[in-house]
């Protein structure tokens, strides 16, 4: 008797946890919530004035920052890896969400 109430409870606790995810994942994509920030964007570092070709490769890197800028705007990348790294670990979670309510399901079936 024992065995099939610690079957019912891992299988509701696995459920739970694979809607808990679900539930987290649609409100992060919604923009219900915010995502969980692993990655942030440093500020601009300051460029020190150097001499000769330093200084005209300081100024390439500058002109060239501020063009990517145009194209691709700051947070993008930060917020993408934060949206991967987010999927990752939901999957993860599924997945052991998964393995627990198989677990408590053989457990029922004893």
Do not use: R
């Not at 509701?12 to 915010?34: D, E, P, Q």
């Not at 705007?73 to 979670?93: F, Q, R």
């Amino acid at each position: 008797m024992a065995t099939k109430i610690l079957g019912w409870v891992l299988l509701l606790a696995g459920v739970l946890i694979i809607f808990w995810t679900l539930y987290s994942s649609y409100n992060i994509f919604t923009g219900g919530a915010v995502i969980p920030e692993i990655f942030e964007m440093g500020e601009g570092e300051a460029l020190t004035q150097k001499e000769g070709a330093e200084d005209l490769q300081a100024q390439m890197e500058k002109m060239i920052g501020e063009q990517l800028k145009g194209l691709i705007p700051a947070d993008t990348i930060p917020k993408m890896l934060n949206l991967g790294v987010w999927a990752m670990l939901a999957g993860i979670l599924i997945f052991g969400g998964a393995q627990i309510s198989n677990l408590g399901i053989k457990l029922i079936k004893k």
